[in-house]
């Protein structure tokens, strides 16, 4: 039997000393079809290990429907990186950030009334106990002394930044043991003293989450944990990117060197990210330090293996550096080819809203109220007679609302921009189109609400009445012709193998597209995404099909599909 366990200075594999050298993939963020390609590039790069989180809103999206097929197989990634002859580590939260919306716990957990989130409360506790019972009949098996590959298990996730109930820690561990997890456990937290001694146990090994100064790191790690080996399970090698902002990137020599410097010290190291994959459709996250601050589509983050798949000039600065500590393949995979270039005609099908359907309520609902798991809702209420133009004011937006009065767009509300009023004319008929851009994945602001919160007034007098109607994406259809304004646009286009395409959307207002139904995800004309991310398996030899729902103004009726990738402008 196969054992890995701790030892007085270093991880043990069957007694013997052994350096984890890892890298995350999250198999939700890629298609499943590209999974072993990206293992076995990560494995070229000098991996001895993957990495990956557990997303409960993936596989729980309505409470009590478990899916763990498909996308959400991670029995499958498992064994696939295991023919790979790559260890495994598996960190299923409850609670991952990721940038992914809610941080992975599911809308319907964190809209229950009284829930009580990462901490020992009842309710929360017996939802989670369900959900970790659910993810370990996938892992226990595949665990390393039972003849699979992994290796370790995180508990929870950077959880000295939030909370610091020991009771809630020690019930996930008590679950977690009871489920048959035999393998060492860990916990993660920014290497800073009150975070670590919040975030553990001392049943449970820390390790730390930076992206330099690691020397420093380490020493303030080694503080916390006197004994055993030290170890970076997220060491930050990029970053993420958000609407309006710019395209993040780091210096693939001074990152390589971080990482020598942790290699050298003998400490066990996760790469976080070594590809970050794609936020297809709406399954970005948020951030809100003052600021509400979206995600965009692509999760590139600036990785060794870019989003497509490819190794950039950070794979082969940190295969140098590995190379000096592990044996790397001889095998390394080629440049990103560029993609085919061509322009598909699309045709102007009118606006795509539906009707009012919803039935009244005395003030606006939330998505929540709903049960609505899509990034839009229209709202309708009628309009008391005014003499003329007259302020509407709004609680708060979450998170951007476009404002139309007896059809006609009027303006448009945005929570980044701490909007909440505007002038509207005198009319009969409001219709509000509020989109859910994200939902935050940090801190307090889990799980809060969608839509329009705290009521709507006019002229200083609450607007009573209303009614909302969820916005299914994938039964749009166009209601007229014309491309003016919100609109739908169809257009067909041959291939005569799939490849992998890149979606120029720089022509476009704001939208999310879709190709051959795949819903590739959300664009916008604001910084810093210019192009989506097409992976080959949403397309076939011969006729393919491309649908973009646009919300606000398309310049063009043209589909440009370009050679490379465009992700913004960098820091200058």
Excluded at 163 to 192: F, H, N, W
Excluded at 338 to 360: I, R
Aim: hydrophobic share 40%; proline share 7%; with cysteine.
């Amino acid at each position: 039997m196969t054992t890995f366990t701790i030892g007085e200075t270093d991880f043990l594999l069957d007694g013997e000393p052994f350096q984890v050298i890892s890298g995350t993939l999250h198999y939700f963020r890629i298609h499943p079809e590209h999974w072993a390609d990206r293992i076995r590039t990560a494995k070229a790069m000098g991996l001895n290990t993957i990495e990956t989180y557990v997303a409960w809103n993936a596989h729980e999206p309505v409470r009590g429907q478990w899916d763990a097929t498909g996308w959400n197989d991670l029995g499958r990634f498992l064994d696939l990186v295991a023919a790979e002859g790559l260890h495994a580590i598996v960190r299923p939260g409850p609670y991952i950030c990721a940038e992914w919306h809610n941080g992975g716990l599911p809308v319907w957990l964190t809209s229950t009334p009284g829930i009580g989130l990462r901490r020992s409360e009842p309710q929360y506790l017996a939802a989670v106990t369900g959900y970790l019972e659910r993810v370990y009949e996938i892992v226990a098996p595949r665990q390393i002394d039972r003849g699979g590959n992994v290796v370790l298990v995180q508990i929870e996730n950077e959880y000295g930044a939030y909370g610091s109930d020991k009771d809630y820690l020690r019930e996930l561990v008590r679950v977690t043991r009871d489920a048959g997890i035999t393998v060492p456990l860990t916990t993660v937290d920014q290497p800073m003293p009150w975070m670590l001694e919040n975030g553990s146990l001392p049943e449970l090994h820390l390790t730390g989450s930076f992206g330099s100064r690691s020397a420093e790191r380490l020493a303030t790690l080694r503080e916390h944990q006197p004994t055993g080996p030290l170890m970076c399970s997220e060491f930050w090698d990029g970053w993420f990117d958000w609407w309006g902002s710019i395209h993040h990137t780091t210096d693939p020599a001074a990152s390589a060197h971080d990482l020598d410097v942790l290699l050298a010290a003998g400490a066990s190291v996760n790469i976080y990210m070594v590809h970050g994959g794609t936020n297809f459709g709406t399954t970005n996250g948020a951030n809100d330090k003052g600021r509400f601050d979206p995600i965009v589509t692509s999760y590139d983050y600036d990785a060794p293996i870019d989003e497509s798949g490819h190794p950039t000039a950070k794979f082969h600065a940190f295969r140098e550096v590995i190379a000096k500590y592990a044996p790397v393949p001889a095998d390394v995979p080629g440049p990103r080819p560029d993609a085919p270039a061509f322009e598909v005609a699309l045709s102007g099908e009118g606006d795509w809203m539906p009707a009012s359907t919803g039935s009244s309520t005395e003030a606006p609902v939330t998505f929540e109220e709903l049960g609505h798991l899509g990034p839009l809702v229209r709202y309708d209420v009628d309009l008391p007679a005014t003499d003329g133009p007259a302020p509407l004011v709004v609680g708060e937006v979450r998170d951007l609302a476009w404002i139309h009065v007896d059809s006609a767009p009027v303006g448009r509300l945005s929570r980044s921009l701490h909007e909440r009023a505007l002038v509207i004319p005198a009319g009969s008929r409001l219709t509000v189109l509020v989109e859910d851009q994200g939902r935050v994945n940090y801190a307090d602001r889990l799980g809060e609400p969608k839509g329009l919160i705290g009521g709507v007034t006019l002229d200083g007098a609450a607007l009573t009445g209303w009614t909302a109607t969820p916005v299914d994406l994938t039964t749009a259809t166009g209601a007229g012709t014309g491309s003016a304004g919100r609109s739908l646009l169809r257009g067909t286009f041959d291939l005569d193998a799939p490849t992998d395409l890149f979606l120029d959307t720089a022509a476009w207002g704001k939208g999310f597209a879709f190709v051959n139904g795949f819903f590739l995800g959300r664009y916008w004309q604001n910084v810093p995404q210019r192009t989506l991310y097409v992976p080959a398996p949403v397309l076939r030899a011969g006729a393919n099909e491309i649908v973009v729902l646009e919300l606000e103004q398309a310049a063009e009726t043209v589909a440009r599909f370009v050679a490379a990738p465009s992700l913004g402008p960098l820091e200058e």
